[in-house]
């Protein structure tokens, strides 16, 4: 149980194009999700909180009109990077917490590769 | 705000020796805390996590970690490594009581030699 899916798995993008990323909670609910950002061989960096039904949270320097977060449903949250430019290549990951946000575990997705030419 | 410090980058073993991660945190309230495992390739894996009680947590794969209030710390802990123990480790902290995204150290890369 508690599986996470991601898609694409990966995307290349001309820059100044639009890439949206689906990430979806398979076999539970999801009243949280949360988007990561991943640089080569570096940690995972938090960039927002997800809630269903309400606008995201962004961490402090994350561009909330850059990356643009929808979270439609319970079981659906979409990252959208607006503009896309090469520095936002990155890998992207996002979680879901399993008990409806109530402090429980995250489940993380597979994450996204997104190349931006 | 609060940040995990992971003090070994790289660490390379042999099959069958014991394994010590450390990982510190650094916040003033409660906090739950957790170790992720990412195979090569592959996505992250919850290994064990801490949230309350008992502070020697066991986990999958027979990894476990204590915690250590005092010392801020929660260190990963296997007696016997194998050789698919190869991968990236990471220590990860939320405040308690709460629906929060996590800080991650910065990861702990381990190569476990046949």
């Known amino acids: 149980g508690a599986v996470v899916s991601q898609h694409p798995s990966w995307v290349i993008c001309k820059s100044g194009t639009s890439v949206k990323i689906e990430c979806r909670s398979l076999d539970f609910q999801a009243t949280t999700m949360f988007w990561y950002r991943q640089f080569p061989k570096q940690s995972l960096m938090l960039m927002a909180t997800?809630?269903?039904?309400?606008?995201?949270?962004?961490e402090q320097g994350v561009e909330k009109d850059k990356f643009l977060i929808n979270h439609a449903s319970l079981t659906l949250s979409t990252l959208t990077v607006t503009s896309a430019h090469p520095e936002d290549s990155s890998f992207y990951i996002c979680?879901?917490?399993?008990?409806?946000?109530?402090?429980?575990?995250?489940?993380f997705g597979p994450g996204t590769r997104l190349t931006v030419l | 705000a609060q940040s995990v410090s992971q003090h070994n980058h790289h660490v390379i073993l042999s099959e069958a020796a014991s394994l010590e991660l450390g990982c510190n945190y650094s916040y003033g309230g409660t906090v739950n805390l957790f170790w992720y495992v990412q195979y090569p390739g592959q996505h992250l894996q919850l290994l064990l996590k801490y949230f309350s009680g008992d502070p020697l947590v066991k986990g999958i794969k027979g990894f476990e970690a204590e915690f250590i209030k005092s010392k801020f710390s929660f260190n990963l802990r296997k007696p016997s490594v194998q050789w698919s123990d190869t991968a990236e480790y990471f220590c990860?902290?939320?405040?308690?009581?709460?629906?929060?995204?996590?800080?991650f150290g910065k990861g702990t890369h381990l190569i476990i030699q046949p």
């Open positions: 979680s879901a917490d399993s008990a409806g946000g109530y402090t429980d575990t995250q489940y």
């Open positions: 990860a902290v939320n405040p308690g009581g709460g629906a929060d995204g996590l800080t």
């Open positions: 997800s809630n269903e039904g309400s606008k995201a949270t962004y």
